[in-house]
């Protein structure tokens, strides 16, 4: 047996053995039998996503299978939430993602912001940033991480940037990993932990959220956060030289070899108008409920139908993160057990004895700082939200304030994610090119996370409560 198995099995063991002693010893809670059975069943499925000594979508099958088996939740409502709505936001981004990808156009469109801020090496940060960020509102925060990478090494090799030990080299390469994470959030289908929040808010509030409702509270958030980033980024590794020459003709000749859109681009660039008006569709006219979730639907067929679709199923099958769904699914399972089960009502009277006295903004301020910090231990945004979203909404209800808002502070909060290699996709991708150490993401992700958590806690006091 290897190491890692045998580490993953021991980890399995103690966790187990763990959770069976937390439903035995007695607690001081006032808490039914089935409120303990789920607090283990939570612990269980905080460690194996925290650990990974199992995949993370078993460990989601694996949640619901124990609600199950100890009568918390039937395994055809526990399945049932594999089947969200939400899932078709994630789907249709998937499918989206890849017809950008196969034409090129994402490239296309990242390169073109790049070429329009000149050869000054922070100007040049701040166009791969914002590219950066552009691209993870509409497809993955990874494939936005690995289209961009390769455009700003490229530009790195045309001036005189040392190969290692590059303060310029540092910048872009964590720079493009913060703004992938910041820009995912934009949008409900920038990243699942968007769309797991918009899921808790309608199952346990009876809210939907549009679109252009989440925009509208995300984009303010997301604009003032890129120009922080890269502040801050320039501050602790200023680069080597002022200006990287060649860089911008490098990136022109890259559009020129691009050539000008093909019939087929133009053609993708329609359809991604068309997905984004269907989206925000139920934001300008009174359409039936679930709008959102139908227009959802109609993106992935007109992408994919014969004679007017741009990818073959074949193709965008390949592409789709399956394991997301399962993911997701059990996720809202945990949520709904930990609700039913008065656990959530539990954890939110706790912090309202210690949060009573406070202002709402000093509420939000500590709810976005807890949950954006806590991405170090969970190492995933979507266990990150699916702990603090349905707490977020507990509180609410407890403190009187916009239960709404607050989950989507928690939601938006998860997305912080700078502080290690290991915490998101796009920090591991950023920080296998070997420009970084770890220490230097911490050093910028202490800053950058304490920041990008105050910028949400004012917007959100400002202009959502």
């Not at 990974?52 to 989601?60: K, N």
């Not at 004679?307 to 993160?321: F, P, Y």
């Not at 008065?342 to 009277?349: K, Y």
């Not at 009573?356 to 709810?367: A, E, K, N, R, Y």
Request: charged residues 10%; contains cysteine; proline residues 4%.
């Amino acid at each position: 047996m290897k190491a890692e198995q045998r580490r993953n099995l021991v980890i399995a063991a103690v966790t187990l053995l763990t959770a069976y002693l937390i439903t035995r010893v007695p607690l001081p809670l006032d808490l039914a039998e089935e409120g303990v059975t789920m607090m283990a069943i939570t612990v269980v499925g905080a460690v194996f996503w925290i650990t990974e000594c199992i995949p993370i979508s078993m460990t989601a099958l694996l949640i619901i299978l124990l609600q199950a088996v100890f009568g918390i939740q039937h395994i055809s409502d526990g399945l049932r939430h594999i089947a969200t709505p939400v899932n078709s936001i994630i789907f249709a981004g998937f499918i989206m993602a890849t017809a950008l990808s196969k034409y090129k156009l994402d490239r296309r469109i990242g390169l073109q912001i790049v070429a329009a801020m000149g050869e000054q090496t922070d100007r040049l940060l701040l166009g791969i940033m914002a590219g950066t960020a552009f691209l993870s509102m509409w497809i993955s925060n990874s494939a936005a991480t690995v289209i961009m990478l390769p455009i700003a090494i490229g530009i790195m090799n045309m001036g005189d940037v040392p190969a290692r030990n590059s303060n310029l080299r540092r910048a872009m390469t964590i720079g493009i990993a913060c703004a992938a994470n910041i820009g995912g959030m934009g949008t409900p289908a920038g990243t699942p932990a968007s769309s797991i929040t918009i899921a808790f808010i309608s199952d346990m509030i009876g809210t939907e959220v549009r679109f252009m409702d989440w925009m509208i509270r995300a984009l303010p958030a997301v604009v003032i956060i890129i120009p922080i980033a890269w502040k801050i980024l320039l501050h602790l590794y200023p680069a080597e030289v002022d200006v990287i020459r060649g860089g911008g003709a490098a990136v022109r000749r890259e559009l020129q070899r691009l050539g000008t859109m093909t019939k087929e681009q133009k053609h993708v660039l329609l359809l991604f108008c068309v997905a984004v008006l269907l989206w925000i569709g139920d934001s300008l006219l009174p359409l039936m409920p679930g709008w959102l979730y139908i227009a959802s639907v109609l993106i992935v067929l007109i992408f994919i139908a014969p004679g007017i679709g741009v990818v073959k199923w074949e193709e965008a099958s390949v592409e789709v993160g399956w394991d997301i769904f399962i993911l997701v699914g059990g996720g809202l399972s945990l949520g709904r057990g930990l609700s039913d089960t008065g656990v959530i009502a539990l954890i939110a009277d706790g912090f309202s004895v210690f949060m009573g006295d406070m202002s709402g903004f000093l509420v939000v301020t500590i709810l976005a700082m807890l949950t954006a910090y806590s991405i170090t231990f969970f190492s995933s945004l979507t266990a990150t939200s699916t702990t603090y979203v349905p707490v977020a909404i507990g509180l609410a209800y407890q403190l009187g304030l916009d239960p709404v808002a607050l989950a989507i502070v928690a939601g938006m909060s998860s997305c912080l994610a700078f502080l290690l290699p290991a915490n998101t996709p796009p920090n591991a991708i950023a920080y296998a090119t070997g420009y970084f150490k770890s220490s230097d993401m911490l050093k910028n992700g202490l800053l950058l996370t304490f920041f990008s958590a105050l910028v949400l806690s004012i917007t959100a006091s400002v202009l959502w409560f």
